[in-house]
């Protein structure tokens, strides 16, 4: 079951339809979305909102055009850039960014407010060149009064020591938490230091490997993390559920990204696979959704590019001894899912339903401004032939 904490943060609710006759459906709240970051101008000319999509890639929305720029990060001498195939090039180093269309500066400016995201490392990151492992915590905001914190460390010499992706919420202005296999665990600020620590100190062991743990004091730097030498794993999140867990990692391979799925706590069998995508992880859930006994993984996945297609790698066990595909059918075979679908999906699971929501295109609108509403699909998780199916159980279209 899920806990207390994470019912009071459910992203999700439900809509009611009882004026049709129909029973209640899951909804997706509002604040599902990530939340971008404002950058302004120095003249105050120009105002970016910049969200971050995985970790390699960025959606810049011009405000004062209302035009939408994806782009997706490449090698630079210091800072943090990312580009695109039109020429449009984000740059930051700390606060400050500039704003370029080939060698054309179109702004430069700073971040609207100071947070706690960047990049924190321990002390033997400085040592680095001498041969000396360390670890390192990217920090960046996702929604209001939540941040995502992904623990790397160094995989040039050998095998990561720790990784580690998590939502951390606030408690306080300088103090945010998580909640690990029931511990709490503490994320404290104080200027340009991250402390990590937990209530039960064993949780933050079980992230990395030779006896190492999390727990620990970081400072923050003002560049990325050294891109020669840091994990490159872009998503990793571990799931546990009815004593079966899963550990799920990505890694960029050229265009496309391997999805490696590691369970634990099978009978029978528990074998690593590894899954090739066009795209990048959104994000992973575990829930028991056809109520045997036994939990399905959900692997959120969106395309590259302007359309960021949404779609979900699923898998089902059995009687906890094994585990095997469940198939999501494809959008595009039912017209009456994908007229005025152009992607910017969101899923989440609402009790034993998988939910679908997105924006619906009406004809001429522009990718940034969809003006058809939202459509809400509701799924359920059914037995199949050959593997077990997700077959829609609601459609709800309604103003956003």
């Not at 997706?28 to 105002?47: N, R």
């Not at 035009?67 to 984000?90: C, I, P, R």
């Not at 580690?164 to 600020?189: C, H, L, P, Q």
Request: aromatic share 12%; charged share 25%.
């Amino acid at each position: 079951m899920k806990t207390a904490l994470w019912i009071s943060l459910l992203l999700f609710t439900l809509v009611s339809c009882s004026n049709s006759g129909k029973e209640k459906t899951a909804d997706v709240s509002e604040t599902s979305s990530k939340k971008a970051i404002l950058y302004v101008s120095y003249d105050g000319k120009y105002k970016l909102n910049v969200k971050q999509l995985g970790s390699k890639q960025i959606e810049v929305t011009d405000q004062n055009k209302g035009e939408v720029y994806m782009l997706v990060q490449t090698e630079a001498a210091s800072g943090a850039k990312y580009s695109n195939n039109d020429g449009y090039v984000f740059w930051t180093k700390g606060n400050e960014f500039m704003w370029m269309q080939d060698d054309e500066t179109l702004a430069s400016g700073k971040l609207k407010a100071n947070t706690h995201t960047g990049n924190y490392v321990n002390a033997d990151y400085f040592q680095r060149d001498k041969g000396y492992d360390w670890v390192g915590v990217k920090v960046s905001r996702t929604v209001d009064d939540q941040l995502l914190v992904q623990v790397r460390s160094r995989a040039d010499r050998k095998k990561p020591t720790c990784t580690w992706d998590a939502s951390i919420y606030r408690e306080s202005e300088n103090m945010y938490y998580t909640m690990e296999d029931g511990s709490k665990v503490f994320f404290a600020f104080n200027n340009d230091t991250l402390s990590i620590a937990a209530e039960n100190e064993n949780v933050l062991y079980f992230y990395c490997s030779g006896g190492a743990t999390v727990a620990g004091n970081y400072i923050k730097i003002d560049e990325p993390l050294d891109p020669e030498q840091v994990d490159s794993t872009i998503f990793s999140k571990v799931l546990r559920l009815q004593g079966i867990g899963f550990n799920v990692t990505s890694v960029r391979q050229g265009p496309q990204t391997a999805v490696t799925v590691s369970p634990f706590g099978l009978e029978n069998s528990n074998r690593v696979e590894t899954y090739t995508i066009d795209g990048f992880v959104t994000d992973a859930e575990i829930e028991d959704l056809n109520a045997d006994g036994s939990p399905e993984l959900l692997i959120y996945t969106q395309s590259f590019g302007s359309g960021s297609y949404g779609n979900v790698l699923a898998f089902s066990v059995n009687n906890g001894k094994s585990v095997s595909r469940a198939n999501f059918p494809p959008l595009t075979q039912n017209t009456a899912l994908s007229e005025g679908y152009m992607g910017h999906d969101e899923f989440r699971v609402v009790e034993n339903y998988l939910v679908q929501r997105f924006p619906v295109y009406k004809d001429g609108d522009s990718n940034a401004n969809p003006t058809g509403g939202m459509r809400q699909i509701t799924y359920t998780l059914e037995e199949g032939e050959a593997m077990r199916q997700f077959k829609v159980k609601e459609i709800v279209t309604f103003d956003r």
